[in-house]
């Protein structure tokens, strides 16, 4: 069998170092990768003059795989995002953002395992149609959401509670407003669950779910919705467990997936080996588990898990006074 090689886009700001953190983790606990490593984002437009070259595109496309740390896209410059870019050139319709409780954070809540599918193409978030009048006084955009993406990602979301053993679905919408687009949703998602009788199947619209992840978020398994709910729904559960740095994120496509730490690029702390790695090394669990190599995903996890609920040589954020380099030191040593 062949090795498989991944793509790596190391990223802008604190990029490069939390995603050579994450690679070290991964050789350490025996992954036999190819890694290709390629540009985006500020670096490469320094370089090529573009943010996403085409050798960028097609190292993705070749691979299949691809770690990714966080990329700036100029503000008011060329397209909305790198990120949205990529997710509709590759079709990566399915956007997987897991939480789960890590012992030693400074989080205020224990026991939380939420993983919330977010339809990652269509809706409001996709900056259809946007338009601004001549005038500058009225701005317009629109969102369009299908049957058939609607379809996909509760098939999706239902999946992943099968696969992953979990007990319940959560169809978040706000179709009791907006009657024809997240109507649609929740009626499409509503026929998808009828075919995964052993999942309970819950309905809550976005408001009240923000309030219920609050006050008792040990109530939430599988939260699957449309794309502008679930950037804002996945946000607020990264906020239960201890903030962006301990948030990974999917993007799956049929036969393409990029894995990325979710949060910014942080260019105030870039270069000072401050930043938490964690983000970018749950991603890459992420990316192993898709791979079907769970082994090294528990291994890694296990080893994570333990240097967070130690206090060993953890970063600020963990309310540790340690940089990048020794977190991950005591990581390797782990594994």
């Not at 992840?213 to 449309?226: A, E, H, S, W």
């Not at 130690?310 to 594994?335: K, M």
């Amino acid at each position: 069998m062949s090795k498989q090689t991944i793509t790596v886009i190391k990223g802008d700001g604190i990029g490069p170092s939390i995603v050579e953190a994450a690679i070290q983790v991964l050789e350490k606990a025996g992954c036999d990768f190819n890694y290709e490593y390629v540009d985006a984002g500020l670096v490469a437009l320094e370089k090529t003059g573009e943010l996403l070259p085409q050798a960028t595109l097609d190292a993705i496309a070749r691979n299949k795989i691809t770690l990714k740390g966080p990329l700036t896209t100029p503000v008011g410059e060329g397209f909305t995002s790198i990120n949205v870019t990529l997710r509709k050139k590759f079709n990566l319709y399915a956007n997987v953002r897991p939480v789960i409780s890590f012992k030693g954070t400074k989080a205020r809540y224990e026991n939380i395992d939420i993983i919330t599918v977010r339809e990652n193409t269509e809706g409001m978030y996709s900056g259809h149609g946007q338009i601004v009048s001549e005038d500058g006084q009225t701005a317009q955009a629109s969102s369009i959401v299908t049957k058939e993406g609607a379809r996909r990602i509760a098939e999706f979301a239902f999946e992943t509670a099968r696969r992953e053993k979990r007990k319940k679905v959560t169809i978040v919408h706000k179709a009791n407003i907006l009657k024809s687009t997240s109507g649609l949703f929740l009626k499409t998602a509503r026929e998808v669950a009828q075919h995964y009788p052993d999942i309970e199947t819950q309905e809550m619209i976005v408001d009240n779910t923000c309030m219920q992840l609050v006050m008792n978020p040990q109530q939430f398994d599988v939260i699957v919705t449309t794309n502008l709910f679930g950037d804002i729904l996945s946000d607020l559960c990264a906020g239960l467990v201890g903030g962006l740095g301990m948030a990974p994120g999917a993007n799956i496509g049929t036969d393409c997936a990029i894995f990325e730490a979710v949060h910014g690029s942080a260019p105030d702390i870039a270069g000072k080996n401050l930043a938490n790695p964690s983000s970018v090394i749950l991603a890459s669990i992420q990316m192993l588990e898709y791979l079907e190599m769970k082994d090294k995903a528990e291994k890694i996890l296990a080893a994570v898990s333990d240097v967070i609920a130690t206090g060993d040589r953890t970063t600020r954020d963990l309310g540790g006074s340690f940089g990048t380099t020794d977190f991950t030191q005591a990581v390797l040593e782990r594994l």
